[in-house]
């Protein structure tokens, strides 16, 4: 028998009714990613032949973002959704003869492993004709069930078809089914719609294959590696079972995570060794987090690389374009957007540093703002190394300040300030004697208004 990846097929077409969203249900993110992404990049993760992805009339969202995933996807249109086995009948023109296996897949259940997907694949390819998913559901509500005879699946029993009997089964149907090639086209062919919800239901090709002497086995995994995305609800238990395995795996590879079950990872995060991690700290995606950083709690990061030895927050902001250098160190209540901060820089209270630079080992006060943004345009904010810039200043872009430059407190800096040189820039003090004392006196007959 030869060895070959199978050919994927991913089932996204469906009206996602219960999800009651105009985004369809494949967009939705877990860990930052819309679910589709995770489904397709798993099925990508197998090799082999390019995927096809079966989409509704006018989900073109759906297939743009797929195939700016993976380019040279096929595309199928499933013209009316008449249910699981039509979507696959949409998508058999599509797939490729040379392929043994055929592994039809749900555009709703992000959490499959390659690895499940891959023993079934295998396990079809060496025996079965049809190999299914199953898990065992704590509630199986809504799932197919399967019906067993020793190792052998005699049928899939939807829910809405179940009697109460069969409904009492916790052995569910995940979703993935792996089918031999040559088998599909016939199996498709036996497919009817009279059930409780006048569909063409894919799960039958069980009972019609067993009917015709085929040999159908099924792999089992855990449940939180297949739990099906219909609602809101289930969205989020899917989200929370991701995090899971996002936290199991950062804490694997040598990251401290002071509280798991507060911190937020998105599909992408990457970290080094020896980072720590406080309570209630968010990672959105694109973060890429270097060795021995330290993040403190309630920081939230977003498209930014942090490198070796850095610390940031509590409390930190920490937005897309943020480049923070070796031991830098961003400290409560700051933002970063479009900034890179060079090593060893300091910007621990209080500010927003916005498309600008802060050379290596420079010094930002209290309360520094960049004034990036008129109304229209951005504008850049170069700060040189060593710079000290005193608390409570606003840098009004665009402008340059020098290396070694020194800003007085409370500066509103609008030109650009020399290498070494001292800038102030606010209102001279000045200073009245006895001026205070004097006023009191003229005022000494009239009574004092409580509040104002
Ligand atoms: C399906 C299975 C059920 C299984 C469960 C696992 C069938 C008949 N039922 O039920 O046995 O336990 O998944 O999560 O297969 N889709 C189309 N076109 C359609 C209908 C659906 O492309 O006409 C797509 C959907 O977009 C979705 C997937 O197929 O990605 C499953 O459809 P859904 O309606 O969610 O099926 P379930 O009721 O969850
Ligand atoms: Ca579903």
Redesign the pocket.
């Known amino acids: 028998m030869t060895t070959n990846a199978p050919c994927a097929v991913i089932?996204?077409?469906?009206?996602?009714t219960r999800m009651k969203s105009r985004l369809p249900?494949?967009l939705h993110p877990i860990a930052g990613r819309p679910m589709l992404g995770h489904v397709l990049s798993t099925v990508e993760a197998l090799g082999g032949a390019r995927p096809v992805l079966?989409?509704?009339p006018g989900m073109d969202d759906v297939s743009g973002y797929a195939r700016g995933l993976v380019p040279g996807l096929t595309i199928a249109v499933?013209e009316?959704?008449?249910?699981?086995?039509?979507?696959v009948r949409a998508a058999a023109p599509h797939i490729g003869e040379k392929q043994d296996v055929v592994l039809l897949v749900?555009?709703?259940?992000p959490l499959v492993r390659r690895e499940t997907l891959a023993d079934m694949a295998r396990r079809c390819e060496e025996g079965s004709d049809i190999v299914v998913l199953g898990f065992e559901a704590a509630d199986p509500t809504?799932?197919?069930r399967l019906v067993l005879d020793g190792n052998e699946v005699v049928r899939?029993v939807?829910?809405k078809d179940a009697t109460d009997e069969e409904r009492k089964n916790r052995l569910?149907?995940?979703?993935p089914m792996a089918v031999r090639t040559a088998h599909l086209p016939g199996l498709l062919a036996m497919l009817t719609n009279d059930n409780a919800?006048g569909?063409f239901?894919?799960?039958d090709m069980v009972a019609h294959g067993r009917a015709a002497g085929l040999a159908c086995g099924a792999v089992f995994c855990p449940e939180a590696d297949?739990?099906?995305v219909?609602s809101r609800a289930d969205l989020a238990a899917a989200e929370a079972s991701m995090q899971q395995r996002l936290r199991a795996a950062a804490m694997a590879g040598g990251v401290t995570l002071l509280d798991p079950a507060t911190t937020y990872l998105s599909f992408d995060t990457m970290f080094g060794q020896d980072v720590t991690v406080g309570q209630n700290v968010v990672f959105g995606p694109g973060c890429s987090i270097a060795d021995g950083v330290t993040i403190k709690a309630f920081s939230h990061l977003e498209g930014a690389r942090i490198d070796e030895g850095a610390e940031i927050g509590p409390f930190a902001r920490i937005r897309p374009g943020s480049e923070i250098g070796r031991k830098a160190r961003i400290g409560n209540f700051v933002e970063t957007k479009k900034a890179k901060i060079e090593d060893g820089a300091k910007v621990n209270h209080l500010s927003y540093i916005g498309d600008a630079r802060v050379g290596a080992g420079a010094n930002i006060g209290a309360g520094t703002i960049t004034c990036n943004y008129d109304g229209y345009n951005k504008f850049f904010t170069d700060i040189g190394a060593g710079a000290f810039v005193g608390s409570n200043s606003s840098l009004v872009a665009p402008v340059r300040i020098g290396d070694g430059a020194y800003l007085g407190s409370g500066s509103v800096v609008t030109k650009d300030v020399a290498a070494n040189a001292l800038a102030v820039a606010r209102a001279k003090q000045v200073e009245k004697p006895g001026w205070a004392a004097a006023f009191h006196a003229k005022h000494k007959d009239k009574k004092k208004v409580s509040g104002e």
Do not use: P, R, W
């Open positions: 089932l996204a077409a469906g009206k996602s249900k494949a079966v989409v509704g499933q009316k959704q008449l249910g699981t086995g039509d979507a749900f555009g709703d259940t809504g799932y197919g899939i939807e829910h569910c149907f995940g979703g919800q569909e239901y894919m799960t297949i739990q099906g219909n």
